[in-house]
């Protein structure tokens, strides 16, 4: 594995590219300047699980979903010795756990945005 020129790992650099900057998870837009470095490299399956750390594991992802998918598996505990579970069926469990997280959210942001307007 090598870096290039801007000093990111290679494998990272045309994830970056192959996902167009666009968090896969929530859509976040990395293309614009101000929120491109709130993107960040996603191990769908978490180097903890030994997930490897290679161009097919890994999702564009912005700094919350990265956040709230943490160490989840989308391989499930059944799943882990099961193979044929291709890119595509890991990233939309990723994408469902995330999704569920992302939402548990909304309670206290609207909490928090309510007492801003009411101070
Ligand atoms: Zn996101």
Same mark, same amino acid.
């Given at each position: =594995?090598?870096?290039?020129?801007?000093?990111?790992?290679? !494998? !990272?650099?045309?994830?970056?590219?192959?996902?167009?900057?666009?968090?896969?998870?929530?859509?976040? #837009?990395?293309?614009?300047?101000?929120?491109?470095?709130?993107?960040?490299?996603? !191990?769908?399956?978490?180097?903890?699980? %030994?997930?490897?750390?290679?161009?097919?594991?890994?999702?564009?992802?912005?700094? +919350?979903?990265? %956040?709230?998918?943490? #160490?989840? %598996?989308? +391989?499930?505990?059944?799943?882990?010795?099961?193979?044929?579970?291709?890119?595509?069926?890991?990233?939309? /469990?990723?994408?469902?756990?995330?999704?569920?997280?992302?939402?548990?959210?909304?309670?206290?942001? /609207?909490? =928090?945005?309510?007492?801003?307007?009411?101070?």
């Amino acid at each position: =594995m090598k870096k290039n020129e801007f000093g990111y790992w290679e !494998h !990272h650099w045309k994830a970056y590219i192959r996902d167009k900057c666009i968090c896969v998870y929530c859509g976040f #837009d990395g293309t614009i300047f101000e929120n491109w470095r709130q993107l960040s490299i996603d !191990h769908i399956i978490p180097e903890k699980e %030994d997930g490897e750390d290679s161009l097919n594991n890994i999702a564009v992802a912005c700094r +919350r979903c990265n %956040d709230n998918k943490g #160490d989840f %598996d989308p +391989r499930g505990k059944a799943g882990k010795l099961n193979l044929s579970l291709t890119r595509e069926n890991l990233l939309a /469990k990723a994408k469902e756990s995330t999704e569920q997280k992302n939402e548990k959210e909304l309670p206290a942001f /609207k909490a =928090m945005m309510k007492e801003i307007k009411e101070q």
